[in-house]
């Protein structure tokens, strides 16, 4: 029997997802591993970005020598260890995309469409770190200059979804 009303859908979706995994306290724990992921990613793409495009009035650290190293590698590693929070973040959240209606008000309607940047900025920056790690550019753009600009959109978005909640 299949459901004829939105509703009808809507329980039979609801239904599906029986695991106690699909809690607000799960959820909000996987987003603050996954907060401060990208809040770490951010800080060392920025000071990577600083170092290879210098603000004339922001001096650069160049001591220790290594410490670009470091950050890179502290970058290279938080953003792979952000792929599994990611996907366990998505899953645990997905019955609240079934949700019907799917905004009771204007402004549950606005933060429905603001995850659109940080869900699809969060995908996007770590498939496509994880690909220039691989070496392999599958996309007609430069990968900097677009990893540069989405996080800075992934993370705005990031501080209005949290602002928001």
């Known amino acids: 029997m299949t459901p004829s009303r939105p509703g009808d859908v809507a329980a039979a979706v609801e239904a599906r997802f029986t695991s106690r995994l699909h809690e607000p306290r799960?959820?909000?724990?996987?987003?603050?591993?996954?907060?401060?992921?990208?809040?770490?990613?951010f800080v060392t793409g920025l000071y990577s970005h600083v170092l290879q495009?210098?603000?004339?009035?922001?001096?650069v650290p160049t001591r220790p020598a290594g410490l670009y190293r470091i950050?890179?590698?502290v970058h290279v590693l938080t953003g792979i260890a952000s792929i599994p929070i990611l996907?366990?973040?998505?899953w645990v959240v997905s019955p609240k995309l079934w949700a019907w209606p799917p905004a009771r008000?204007?402004?549950?309607?606005?933060?429905?469409?603001?995850?659109?940047?940080?869900?699809?900025?969060g995908l996007f920056l770590v498939v496509s770190g994880v690909a220039n790690v691989a070496r392999w550019y599958p996309y007609p753009f430069y990968f900097t200059v677009a990893h540069y600009q989405v996080a800075w959109v992934t993370?705005?978005?990031?501080?209005?979804?949290?602002?928001?909640?």
């Open 71 to 73: 950050t890179q590698g």
């Open 26 to 41: 799960t959820a909000a724990v996987l987003g603050a591993a996954l907060g401060v992921s990208f809040g770490l990613c």
């Open 105 to 121: 008000s204007v402004v549950e309607a606005l933060e429905r469409l603001m995850l659109l940047p940080l869900v699809g900025g």
């Open 155 to 165: 993370i705005g978005a990031m501080v209005v979804h949290l602002g928001v909640k």
């Open 53 to 59: 495009h210098p603000i004339s009035w922001l001096p």
């Open 87 to 90: 996907l366990a973040k998505l």
